[in-house]
């Protein structure tokens, strides 16, 4: 379930048929008629991770390489303790949603006679499963510092601590006939929520099912065999369509012979990725990363840039962007391989910090709404790199001061990542290095390319 290392892919020494945890589960896929497409192989040859899918024929686009039975994908609905957790369901009730499905996860996982005992033996190998909730503290903080990552690996530790002991234990200690507290210990809760994070899938919902909007997905995370072998990419040639009684993994391309097949987890950033599957892609293959600018970076290089007697006035525009909505205190301006996302935000950001303090005051009693919004302005705040260096100079000042204070907060700078990733370099990092390299290489990247956008006229 990795991302690919961009290295040419070479033949695996490995020789499935003599892989029995696969052979098992390749039969048992069988067994439940998930109907594998003929071109493609499964197994370690030819793919960019342990495991893989690997067309051995040319495949069409549109073609289906698997079917999977909804009763074989692995839920709180067709687990063997189904009927105690629907009895429990108010009891197991999070913020997540998780905390049935991880228990259903943990009791097939030790069970010796599960169903999806071919499966789980199979996956997840926690050996290969490595996201950074398993990092120590110093990994953490100083590789990934200013990436987004330690944030989110700490509130997630958080939150399972705090589900574990006050409602996944209580559980476990309730159904002792079923459950181990030594077993099924906090540890083994952890690895399962790292499973579902680097395995799972959600079922899209529309308004049709009463269940959210188009587009939106199910709350509850779906353990899909077959489908969570194939490896990710942001440029993928795969993609698994949801029907009524099954699911089916269709190509999105052509396939050539001998190409790997490539499922997409979505439209994820380098340290979502990492976070989540504990891996990244290298630069500039996914399409999807970003970076963030925090909104008080701004504010403070704001601050900085102007006099004694400004300051005062730019923290009464501060506040105004708040009431309207347009800054936060933890928010970030996002930027991605193409420009500014947040383009919205950053423009008003902007255009009000930069005014007069007549215009501001114009502004303020007008409630943020000017005579000069025009449709042709709307069309203007889409601020794409090559739109950047046509601002006004103090905004592309502010912004390029906010990148570079950006920069200076990853661990090493760009100059000397660049030297890291020169192979003799690389291949002396620990893989748990090279991902976080990965990630603080991309994201420094892109606020390069702000910089200089924003100071090309001037170059």
């Not at 429990?88 to 996982?109: H, K, N, R, T």
Request: aromatic residues 10%.
């Amino acid at each position: 379930m990795a991302g690919p290392s961009k290295k040419k892919i070479r033949l695996s020494n490995a020789v499935d048929e003599d892989d029995e945890k696969l052979d098992s589960f390749l039969q048992w896929c069988a067994k439940e008629d998930f109907q594998l497409n003929p071109k493609v192989y499964v197994g370690r040859q030819g793919s960019c991770a342990q495991y893989g899918m690997v067309a051995h024929e040319e495949l069409e686009e549109g073609e289906c390489l698997f079917k999977v039975d909804k009763t074989a994908v692995l839920s709180t609905e067709t687990t063997e303790i189904a009927h105690l957790l629907k009895k429990g369901e108010a009891s197991l009730q999070s913020d997540s949603g998780w905390v049935p499905q991880i228990l259903a996860l943990m009791y097939e996982y030790t069970n010796p006679k599960s169903r999806w005992r071919p499966y789980l033996q199979l996956v997840p190998d926690f050996s290969e499963l490595d996201q950074p909730m398993f990092w120590t503290e110093d990994e953490i903080e100083k590789d990934l510092c200013n990436t987004g990552v330690p944030e989110a690996s700490k509130s997630d530790l958080t939150k399972m601590k705090l589900e574990y002991t006050s409602l996944a234990l209580p559980f476990i200690k309730k159904h002792s006939h079923l459950f181990s507290e030594e077993v099924h210990s906090f540890e083994l809760y952890k690895r399962m929520v790292a499973f579902i994070m680097a395995y799972s899938f959600f079922e899209p919902v529309s308004d049709e099912d009463g269940q959210g909007d188009e587009g939106g997905k199910s709350s509850l995370p779906l353990m899909v065999p077959m489908a969570d072998i194939l490896n990710h990419i942001a440029k993928n040639n795969a993609h698994l369509e949801w029907d009524k009684d099954c699911l089916r993994m269709v190509t999105t391309r052509q396939v050539a012979a001998g190409e790997e097949v490539f499922n997409t987890f979505g439209q994820l950033a380098n340290w979502q990725l990492l976070h989540m599957y504990g891996f990244a892609e290298v630069w500039p293959e996914n399409i999807y990363d970003t970076v963030d600018i925090p909104m008080q970076v701004l504010f403070d290089e704001a601050k900085l840039a102007a006099g004694p007697a400004d300051v005062q006035l730019l923290e009464e525009k501060w506040l105004f962007l708040g009431d309207q909505g347009v800054v936060s205190e933890d928010g970030s301006f996002i930027a991605g391989m193409e420009g500014i996302l947040t383009d919205e935000e950053v423009y008003e950001s902007f255009k009000v910090l930069c005014m007069t303090e007549v215009e501001f005051r114009e502004h303020q009693e007008k409630e943020g709404w000017s005579d000069s919004d025009s449709e042709e302005e709307e069309e203007e705040r889409s601020l794409s790199y090559e739109k950047l260096s046509d601002l006004p100079e103090a905004w592309r000042h502010l912004l390029a001061a906010a990148a570079r204070c950006c920069m200076r907060k990853y661990r090493n700078s760009l100059q000397e990542n660049e030297q890291l990733l020169i192979k003799e370099n690389w291949e002396k990092l620990s893989k748990r290095q090279q991902w976080s390299l990965l990630v603080c290489y991309g994201q420094q990247k892109l606020l390069n390319r702000i910089i200089t956008s924003c100071l090309s006229e001037e170059s």
